[in-house]
């Protein structure tokens, strides 16, 4: 097999987001490693879809090792999968607490720790995570704790592993998003979470996946936090 061809491994990839990021790699050149709990192949010999939890601890190193199986390298990797639950502190339950970390954070971890190792061993990655401007712009319009905890973890992480990998040519940066029109959002939520940034509209998926490709091509940024938010990190 002719593995000249980067390859980019897309976590939380059927839907939203995920899938504007598969679509644009492939537009792109890339040959794309899909995966979710209900990713579906359509046939395109450049895209492998893995169904999988990325909760699940085996989950991504499996993705990790099917990826060097089909295409020989692994050059990205979008960490995009995420959970999200709105509810006042002392309301969230054990079994929510449980699902946002270990999507969030395992997920995170172990498939990352998974690519990072391939990517040493070729002498090159670059690992992009998608946080939330609520780490940095906490609003008690949308009281959300967890996801301070979890994604607020990934932002630090990032910059951590940026300095610790950049001699070794890894990159390591992270995109931190406003509210996007996705199918996570009801529609008749749409102007109040309009209302949440200074623009006043919510982010569209073209908007993340603009931003991902930016740090894709930027060789000399590392450890950045790239907000794309409608100007919610800079106030109300």
Same mark, same amino acid.
């Given at each position: ?39 579906? !192949? ?35 990797? +979008? ?10 502190? %002392? ?28 990517? =040493? ?11 939330? %401007? ?53 529609? =008749? ?16 998926? !073209?908007?993340? +996946?603009?931003? +991902?490709?930016?740090? =894709? ?6 450890? =950045? ?12």
């Amino acid at each position: 097999m002719n593995d000249s061809r980067k390859v980019a491994v897309i976590t939380g990839a059927s839907q939203g987001i995920g899938a504007g990021l598969v679509e644009a790699y492939l537009n792109k050149g890339y040959r794309v490693v899909a995966t979710s709990r209900s990713v579906k !192949s359509n046939g395109n010999p450049d895209l492998l879809a893995i169904a999988g939890d990325i909760g699940d601890p085996a989950t991504g190193p499996r993705v990790i090792e099917e990826a060097l199986k089909q295409f020989g390298r692994v050059d990205t990797l +979008v960490n995009n999968a995420g959970v999200f639950v709105a509810s006042p502190f %002392t309301k969230y339950t054990a079994e929510q607490y449980g699902d946002v970390v270990a999507t969030n954070v395992d997920g995170f971890f172990h498939i990352t720790q998974a690519a990072v190792e391939a990517m =040493e061993r070729q002498g090159h990655g670059h690992v992009v995570s998608i946080t939330t %401007t609520l780490v940095d712009q906490p609003t008690s319009k949308v009281p959300s704790v967890l996801a301070s905890l979890t994604k607020g973890g990934i932002a630090a992480a990032t910059k951590s592993l940026a300095v610790e990998y950049a001699a070794r040519v890894i990159r390591v940066n992270a995109v931190s998003p406003g509210i996007i029109k996705t199918p996570m959002h009801a529609e =008749e939520t749409h102007e109040f979470l309009a209302g949440l940034h200074p623009v006043g509209r919510l982010g569209d998926v !073209s908007d993340i +996946v603009d931003a +991902v490709l930016y740090l =894709e091509g930027a060789q000399f940024v590392t450890g =950045e936090i790239l907000h794309v938010d409608g100007g919610q990190v800079a106030g109300h």
